[in-house]
């Protein structure tokens, strides 16, 4: 008998803090009309105290007390992000050992934007394959690699976490279709975090920039042009039989051409990202959590969503769901 995963459970977490377009116009050379023209973007939750690991440690804390489910129980952690406390230990071993889930294994997925549901993906595999229960969480501080004086970047990005409870025990497959997809001849589009060599054997080099770098036209094309036809490539004529497009949220006038290529009514493909900015890995679940909670989703429907992410790597993925 298959053994199919389902999720049952989301959650979401993000700081305290809101920072407004206003606010960043007192800053930079920008205004609120020049952000929330060209992005959808009205405001964004900044961290000041807390970690990558803290953000998803909560929403961990918060999944588990809404299922009642010991973390002993748990068999693995995945976490999306790239915006790690430290190289090493991975923030899922962190979450790990927080939430006292020592029986878990646990590490990262660097896959920028991309990386819940790529995260998603494997824990499917991972239930399919004999596991019984795991958190897959998205979580970053972005605010901690953007450059605060280069308006092009620094309005466009969030810090937030959230993730879901998968289990094994569905009737169906989670997962129906799915496209991952990666192309590292185009990762210059968008880098953050390189880390100069300052050992004392290599000739001193120029110092790289280490701060969040992106190729803002190249990427919107990107999306436009493999993401789009990734979607079309993967459904056909499915397009029409899904509910709901739960796409990372990056820009709002990338889901108006979206919806407008694959010809889907703009309704259907949700969005949040005025409140919250681009929170890269965490966008995706975020998103999810919201709109179940609001009940636009409802786990145990049966409801098909397309999850679709796109990012640093250059990376993409686009998964079929039955909720």
Same mark, same amino acid.
């Given at each position: ?9 989301? +959650? ?8 407004? &377009? ?22 964004? $939750? ?18 588990? =007390? ?40 646990? @590490? ?8 819940? #549901?790529?995260?998603?993906?494997? +824990?499917?595999?991972?239930? $399919?394959?004999?596991? !019984?229960?795991?958190? #897959? ?11 605060? !004086? ?6 466009? @990005? ?22 991952? +997809? ?5 990762? *210059? %589009? ?5 880390? &100069? ?22 990427? /919107?094309?990107? #999306?436009?042009?493999?993401? =789009?036809? %990734?979607? *079309? ?18 820009? +709002? ?15 259907? /493909?949700?969005? &949040?990202? !005025?409140?919250?900015?681009?929170? %890269? ?11 179940? $909670? ?8 049966? *409801? ?20």
């Amino acid at each position: 008998m298959e053994n199919y995963a389902k999720i049952t459970g989301t +959650a979401s977490y993000v700081p305290e803090k809101i920072v407004t &377009n206003h606010q960043l116009a007192e800053m930079m050379d920008t205004s609120d009309e020049w952000i929330s023209s060209r992005t959808g973007i009205k405001e964004r $939750r900044i961290a000041t105290v807390e970690k990558t690991s803290d953000l998803c440690t909560k929403v961990a804390q918060q999944l588990l =007390v809404e299922a009642k489910i010991d973390p002993l129980d748990l068999d693995f952690i995945l976490v999306a992000t790239m915006t790690p406390d430290y190289q090493s230990p991975a923030t899922a071993c962190i979450v790990q050992g927080q939430i006292g889930a020592t029986k878990a294994f646990a @590490f990262d997925i660097a896959a920028a934007c991309s990386g819940f #549901v790529y995260a998603l993906s494997m +824990a499917d595999k991972l239930i $399919r394959t004999g596991s !019984q229960k795991g958190l #897959v969480l998205g979580g970053e501080v972005l605010s901690k690699v953007v450059d605060w !004086q280069d308006r092009r970047t620094a309005v466009l @990005f969030g810090d937030g976490a959230a993730g879901v409870l998968i289990e094994a025990g569905g009737t169906s497959p989670l997962i129906l279709k799915e496209q991952l +997809a990666a192309d590292g001849t185009r990762g *210059q %589009s968008l880098t953050s975090g390189f880390r &100069n060599n300052h050992s004392p054997f290599v000739e001193k080099q120029p110092l790289e920039n280490e701060a969040l770098t992106m190729d803002g036209r190249g990427i /919107f094309d990107f #999306v436009l042009r493999d993401v =789009v036809t %990734s979607v *079309q490539q993967l459904l056909g004529d499915e397009l029409a039989d899904v509910d709901y497009f739960v796409f990372h949220q990056a820009n +709002a006038r990338i889901l108006d051409k979206v919806a407008r290529k694959l010809k889907v009514p703009r309704e259907l /493909f949700l969005q &949040n990202l !005025q409140h919250y900015g681009n929170t %890269s890995g965490a966008t995706v679940p975020l998103l999810l959590d919201e709109m179940v $909670r609001k009940q636009t989703l409802t786990l145990g429907s049966g *409801q098909k969503v397309v999850l679709s992410g796109f990012g640093g790597g250059l990376t993409w993925g686009t998964l079929l769901i039955t909720l």
